[in-house]
């Protein structure tokens, strides 16, 4: 399948108005179509399917290039999976995406997509690492989002503490930003991490909550 055969697969599922709904709420200049994420989720489901690793991953850049709301939502369902063997060329495709990044829903759909392959091969954390020094908002975020896997685990091995504890030192660096997306993240980390790591999440409220917007530190301490 060719990205222009996907594409017009997509518009079909259109529906009157909602594009226009979709521009104004996520207020970023691109092109939408108006198609629901359930219909992309069954249209990805049979792509992924029907398609060899390689031949997704292609689709999948073309997608994304197109620069349509609903064309990279669906490139990153594509490759939203979490056996896929080889994933270098997946890996490689949506670290690609992440300087492109400029609002939060395309963001979170490949982050999750990126998650999969962070927990396949937990050394990419060293390249997830260089995000936080960058100056592209969305690039600082995407190193939070991408490692949420190692907030929500319940018997995390001694590798994945050491993760934990690396991205929580992350989150400390973050405080001081201002960045009303940056902050959300971090309140994010930290409540979804209470669930599961509830004396990690406490010490670092103690030692950094101070310093974080009120409502990031609500969303931070919400199941506390």
């Given at each position: 399948m060719t990205?222009?055969?996907?594409?017009?697969?997509?518009?079909s599922h259109a529906e009157p108005?909602?594009?226009?709904e979709m521009r104004a709420y996520h207020k970023v200049?691109?092109?939408?179509l108006?198609?629901?994420?359930?219909v992309l989720n069954d249209l990805a489901r049979d792509w992924r399917q029907a398609l060899p690793v390689d031949a997704r991953v292609e689709l999948a850049s073309g997608l994304w290039q197109s620069d349509v709301f609903e064309a990279?939502?669906?490139?990153?369902?594509?490759?939203?999976?979490?056996r896929i063997r080889p994933d270098d060329g997946v890996w490689a495709l949506i670290a690609s995406w992440v300087p492109e990044f400029d609002s939060w829903a395309i963001a979170d759909h490949a982050c999750?997509?990126?998650?999969?392959?962070?927990?396949?091969?937990?050394?990419?954390?060293?390249?997830v690492a260089g995000w936080t020094e960058s100056p592209h908002l969305w690039t600082r975020r995407a190193a939070l989002v991408i490692t949420l896997p190692w907030a929500k685990m319940n018997f995390p091995s001694e590798a994945?503490?050491?993760?934990?504890?690396?991205v929580l030192g992350w989150a400390a660096g973050y405080v001081p930003d201002r960045e009303w997306f940056i902050q959300k993240a971090v309140g994010w980390w930290i409540r979804d991490l209470s669930k599961h790591d509830a004396a990690r999440a406490r010490a670092?409220?103690?030692s950094h909550g101070a310093g974080l917007k009120p409502f990031a530190l609500r969303e931070a301490s919400k199941y506390l």
């Open positions: 990205p222009e055969a996907a594409l017009d697969e997509i518009a108005g909602r594009a226009e200049a691109r092109r939408y108006g198609v629901p994420n359930p990279r939502l669906a490139a990153a369902k594509l490759l939203t999976q979490a999750l997509a990126g998650q999969r392959r962070l927990v396949a091969d937990p050394a990419r954390i060293e390249q994945d503490l050491a993760i934990r504890d690396r670092f409220l103690d």
